[in-house]
Antibody, heavy 120, light 108 residues
Framework: QVQLVQSGAEVKKPGASVKISCKASGYNFNAYFMNWVRQAPGQGLEWMGIIDPSGGTTSYAQRFQGRVTVTRDTSTSTVYMELSSLRSEDTAVYYC?????????????WGQGTLVTVSS | EIVLTQSPATLSLSPGERATLSCRASQSVRSYLAWYQQKPGQTPRLLIYDTSNRATGVPDRFSGSGSGTDFTLTISSLEPEDFAVYYCQQRSNWPPLTFGGGTKVEMK
């Protein structure tokens, strides 16, 4: 069965960086793009970026350009999301989410979420 | 960027009633719209994709309709487990993929 397992909660100070992992199993890792979506406390869903695991090509939401980097390790079927220059507004649950139709579509399987708290 | 506006923000209904949720796009998304359900403390669940296709395991009381800029998610008869927040999302024009702000379906 498809599983996405994310790394654990993080507490960071403003200005720091955070790197979250998402280990995929149960399907052909290279065949489905992987997305990152975040959700601030009590708020809605916000798409951050996407990676093609087979070639490593990425695309990011403009508001995160320059601060977010998504990478992958095909040998371990793991995708990473690094967010830098953290501010309090980045406090949120971060999800990896598999692309339902392969690329640039919807999100059918989600990681359990990683809470990132940014506080001085 | 395509903006999705969901209405109403909150829908107060009783079990057994019909729920009608709306999602309006700032420009045409053709038929490329999905709906998700999120319960407190849980991850979102894909319900409907490409306007009207139910995802695996989704009960047939959930249905989607619409095209262009106006879309509807209908729950024909609310079950207790359907009280949740629902989000729409488009894949027509990217990046970015965008979500609506959500509709909370609460028990009356």
């Amino acid at each position: 069965q498809v599983q996405l397992v994310q790394s654990g909660a993080e507490v960071k100070k403003p200005g720091a960086s955070v790197k979250i992992s998402c280990k995929a199993s149960g399907y052909n890792f290279n065949a489905y793009f992987m997305n990152w979506v975040r959700q601030a406390p009590g708020q809605g869903l916000e798409w951050m970026g996407i990676i093609d695991p087979s070639g490593g090509t990425t695309s990011y939401a403009q508001r995160f350009q320059g601060r977010v980097t998504v990478t992958r390790d095909t040998s371990t079927s793991t995708v990473y999301m690094e967010l830098s220059s953290l501010r309090s507004e980045d406090t949120a649950v971060y999800y990896c989410a598999r692309d339902h139709l392969g690329s640039w579509s919807y999100f059918d399987f989600w990681g359990q979420g990683t809470l990132v708290t940014v506080s001085s | 960027e395509i903006v999705l506006t969901q209405s109403p923000a909150t829908l107060s209904l009783s079990p057994g009633e019909r729920a009608t949720l709306s999602c309006r796009a700032s420009q045409s998304v053709r038929s490329y719209l999905a709906w998700y359900q999120q319960k407190p403390g849980q991850t979102p669940r894909l319900l409907i994709y490409d306007t009207s296709n139910r995802a695996t395991g989704v009960p047939d009381r959930f249905s989607g309709s619409g095209s262009g800029t106006d879309f509807t998610l209908t729950i024909s008869s609310l079950e207790p487990e359907d009280f949740a927040v629902y989000y729409c999302q488009q894949r027509s024009n990217w990046p970015p993929l965008t979500f609506g702000g959500g509709t909370k379906v609460e028990m009356k």
